[in-house]
């Protein structure tokens, strides 16, 4: 499984941009980028996947570079509700025994 | 609403309880998994389901026990538990094999108290 690095946590206004970058550098080549939302108490939540360039959905973009090393999850005009922790995941899609490894995620904290 | 639905959404047992926790999609998924998130820790995965068979046991202590009669439902049977295991246990499930479908749509989750 490609480990990913992200930061643990980022504090945000409402009406801001927010840009929470992950690492993946071992990415192998048949891999999917996923970002998660979680509220407490909650399941996580599909956000958006991408495989390279620019994916955009009426939540959030990523951004993934051409090397896919990396990705950026951006989440437009945040609000009070969008505070929750955010995992990015990379994965084979491909495999039948398919796991995905939730890392500690980045706690978003939005304030008014 | 994500198509997957858990019971009982809260569940105190004492040590000596059997007891057990149930998942149901009716997405048409294929792979179905168990996750436990014990207070302010990342998921730990538990069991993973692919076409009804076991996948992935991830060195969890015997006390727990996994059954996927088929593949919409899903059990974690409990028994002579820990009061470390009070957790949320959370169900998901996907569809496996095609490209970009590795999206996972969780339950809501059963918040599990042992005393």
């Known amino acids: 499984l490609a480990k990913t690095t992200q930061p643990i946590s980022m504090d945000s206004y409402e009406g801001q941009e927010v840009n929470i970058t992950c690492s993946h550098n071992?990415?192998?080549?048949?891999?999917?980028i996923t970002w998660y939302q979680q509220f407490p108490s909650q399941g996580p939540r599909f956000i958006i996947q991408?495989?390279?360039t620019k994916v955009t959905n009426e939540v959030a973009s990523l951004f993934i570079p051409a090397d896919r090393k990396s990705s950026t999850l951006s989440l437009p005009r945040v609000s009070l509700s969008d505070t929750a922790v955010y995992y990015c995941l990379v994965g084979d899609s491909f495999s039948n025994d398919y796991k995905l490894s939730f890392g500690a995620g980045t706690t978003v904290t939005v304030r008014a | 609403e994500t198509g997957v639905t858990q019971t009982p959404r809260h569940l105190v047992m004492g040590m000596t309880n059997k007891k057990s926790l149930k998942c149901e999609q009716h997405l048409g998924h294929n792979a179905m998994y168990w996750y436990k998130q014990s207070a302010k820790k990342p998921l730990e995965l538990m069991f993973v389901?692919?076409?009804?068979?076991?996948?992935e046991n991830n060195s969890v202590p015997s006390r727990f026990s996994p059954e996927c009669p088929n593949s919409s439902h899903l059990f974690l049977h409990l028994h002579t538990l820990q009061p470390e295991d009070s957790a949320l246990y959370l169900c998901a499930s996907r569809s496996s094999g095609r490209a970009g479908t590795d999206t996972q749509y969780f339950g809501p989750g059963t918040r599990l108290t042992v005393l």
């Open positions: 071992n990415i192998a080549t048949n891999d999917y």
């Open positions: 991408g495989y390279k």
């Open positions: 389901y692919s076409l009804e068979e076991r996948v």
